[in-house]
């Protein structure tokens, strides 16, 4: 087992490496003067062009540049914003909360919506229910969400007015961070002396639509997942063993089968993360969600290319290295899978 | 009749019997024929796009703008589906649109697909080093979120029909390497391979020639599903204002142009976002069928 723990975390080592030369590459060629841009005017001095230049190491060579960014980035540096003039890495933990409230309620809203409706589809397998589901998972699955978010906001909040149009929090109140969390953040007592339970209910109200728009396709994956998943484990022998004892059909399904079913279901979810960065760059940028989906797409129209390299560095590790713990848990759960 | 009959007398690799068993496997699953439906339906729009329209796609008329389709109570027929915010009719749009997209499909699978081809068929064939190093760069470009590399790379090679193509096909490579990584390794032991490198085949030549055809099935479902991927995530490069440039009548552009009339006139933000579910609903539907009927383990 610690040979395996070992031998994932080594293969670990040259991905980390990879990823950091595929994203300082893909910005060096990046068009545009980074000096140029973090001069503005300025820059048309050449003695001022050439210092700044040195300043930001952009004389060296190439393969120097990519060591001096490299090292800056095991120590969790990653530049600084040409547009804020902050650093990248207190930037992204500013905006990262926003993204992982709504990923993490997007992700609870497939799951809670996608186990039970696999699970019926298994155990009503080629019913009507069973076509009715699955074909509307293929449909989820289809789904443009960049349309889908605007169908949700044409339908909710301009047809029907129920939820805002856009943004996380009502301008009315004044929320100071502590977990990040809004949901969490608006029932701290001092919040709700002050203004009782309108602030949850008002970031609640902005969270619901990014986040259904944002769990449409992890809810069809998660929900096919299980039926499949179901359908095998309800073939295995334990099962008939477990209906020869004379166990109800609900215990049968929802304690010996689901269990065992769940593993694969648990795996699938671990590996969504990638999935969920990809759902908050179009999410965020229809819902004006402030948090890191947004923040890359206007950095890369922008141009700030310390953000696009620190940013995109940053997701790429946060998702190799939540696979390799997926994998690792995965093992623990499963022995057959160490060999 | 009397050609079932013959089935079994006949030699087992004449390719019409292949057919008609997979038709036959092919033909119960709904859902499947629905999709080829769709896909043929897309398909002859696209094709004949220009005779189907009723307008150029990129014709102004000052005299209708934002005019509602005819569902609408102010539709008029000469508009069916109404018109944009500077009087371009939405029909011969949308048909048009299937013209980009469908091209902007075939164009990625076929870059993707040939891509992940030979890096797969190298590592699966050869394996040890090879290997490695192929799958090492697969673990590495798939470490970054589809759509995140897509617009990397289009900032990088900057916006517009065919820089998006080649991102969105760069992010597709991996699922076809794996693919034919997996079903190289299982067939490169086997006897038929054995016996062609005894008799002196080249490795190419049992790599493309012997073992490729054995391992068709997985790819071409796969490259159905590349199909929907790829026209979807070129549609959002083209929401994010990456992809196809203004007038181009792309879907996903032209729901980013409509985003602003959302509330004044929904439909031009509805009708291209169902062009776009609906193709990529129709190759979903089919490559499921496919791998339904063309993977044996599924069969009953």
Redesign the interface.
């Known amino acids: 087992m610690l040979r395996f723990i070992l031998g994932k975390l080594g293969d670990l080592v040259p991905t980390l490496i990879g990823i950091s030369i595929l994203s300082f590459v893909l910005v060096r060629f990046v068009p545009g003067d980074p000096v140029m841009l973090l001069l503005g005017e300025r820059g048309a001095d050449p003695a001022v062009y050439a210092q700044m230049k040195k300043d930001m190491g952009l004389d060296l060579p190439v393969w120097r540049q990519y060591i001096n960014f490299a090292t800056d980035a095991a120590q969790g540096d990653l530049g600084t914003s040409i547009i804020s003039k902050r650093p990248v890495v207190k930037e992204f933990f500013d905006r990262f909360p926003a993204t992982l409230e709504l990923g993490v309620v997007a992700l609870l809203f497939a799951i809670i919506i996608g186990i039970p409706l696999g699970i019926i589809a298994a155990v009503k397998r080629n019913s009507f229910y069973d076509y009715f589901l699955m074909g509307g998972s293929l449909l989820g699955y289809s789904m443009p969400i960049f349309w889908w978010g605007l169908v949700l906001i044409l339908i909710f909040s301009v047809q029907l007015g129920w939820t805002p149009v856009s943004g996380r929090m009502s301008v009315m109140f004044y929320i100071e961070p502590w977990t990040g969390f809004m949901l969490i953040d608006t029932l701290t007592s001092e919040v709700r002396e002050l203004d009782g339970l309108a602030p949850f209910w008002s970031a609640l109200s902005h969270l619901i639509l990014p986040a259904v728009a944002m769990g449409t396709i992890p809810l069809a994956v998660i929900a096919r997942m299980t039926r499949s998943s179901m359908l095998e484990v309800l073939g295995e022998d334990y099962i008939r063993t477990a209906k020869a004892k004379g166990l109800s059909r609900y215990r049968t399904v929802a304690v010996h089968a689901l269990r065992n079913a769940l593993i694969p279901i648990v795996t699938i979810v671990g590996l969504m993360f990638g999935s969920i960065i990809t759902g908050a760059i179009l999410t965020e940028t229809i819902f004006s969600w402030p948090g890191i989906g947004r923040w890359l797409v206007a950095s890369i129209n922008a141009r700030d290319y310390p953000v696009i390299q620190g940013g995109v560095l940053f997701i790429a590790t946060m998702i190799v290295i939540i696979n390799v713990l997926v994998d690792l848990a995965y093992a623990v759960v499963n022995p057959k899978m160490r060999g | 009749m009397s050609e079932v009959a013959m089935t079994p007398i006949q030699d087992e690799h004449v390719p019409d019997s292949f057919l008609r068993e997979f038709w036959n496997h092919f033909k119960p699953n709904k859902?499947a024929v629905v999709g080829l439906a769709l896909i043929i339906a897309f398909v002859i729009i696209a094709i004949l796009a220009p005779l189907l329209a009723p307008y150029d796609p990129t014709l102004l008329q000052d005299n209708a703008l934002r005019l509602p389709p005819i569902w609408a109570e102010a539709g008029t027929w000469s508009y069916p589906l109404g018109t944009d915010d500077v009087g371009r009719d939405i029909l011969s749009r949308l048909i048009h649109g299937a013209r980009i997209s469908m091209g902007i499909g075939f164009a990625v699978v076929i870059l993707s697909l040939s891509m992940g081809l030979f890096l797969g068929i190298f590592a699966g064939y050869y394996g040890g080093k090879v290997d490695r190093l192929i799958m090492?760069?697969i673990?590495?470009?798939?470490?970054?979120?589809?759509?995140?590399l897509a617009?990397?790379?289009v900032?990088?090679?900057?916006p517009g029909i065919s820089n998006a193509i080649i991102a969105v096909a760069i992010v597709a490579v991996p699922n076809f390497t794996r693919i034919v990584r997996a079903s190289v390794m299982a067939e490169r032991k086997k006897q038929y391979v054995m016996a062609s490198k005894t008799f002196g085949a080249s490795d190419l030549r049992i790599m493309f020639n012997e073992i490729l055809p054995n391992c068709l099935a997985p790819l071409i479902v796969q490259a159905t599903l590349g199909f929907?991927d790829g026209i979807?995530n070129a549609?959002?490069l083209g929401?994010?204002?990456l992809g196809a440039q203004p007038p181009t009548p792309e879907w996903?552009t032209m729901?980013a142009d409509s985003?602003p009339f959302?509330?004044s006139s929904?439909w031009m933000?509805?009708l291209?976002?169902l062009c776009?579910?609906f193709s990529?609903?129709g190759f979903?539907?089919f490559g499921?069928g496919l791998r339904d009927a063309l993977d044996p383990r599924l069969k009953k």
Not at chain 2, 139 to 148: E, G, K, N, Q, R
Not at chain 2, 155 to 158: I, R, Y
Request: aromatic share 6%.
């Open positions: 859902g090492r760069f673990d590495i470009v798939m470490a970054f979120p589809s759509i995140l617009i990397t790379v900032s990088v090679m900057g929907s979807l549609a959002a929401f994010l204002g996903g729901l985003r959302i509330e929904p933000v509805t291209p976002g776009i579910l990529v609903l979903n539907l499921d």
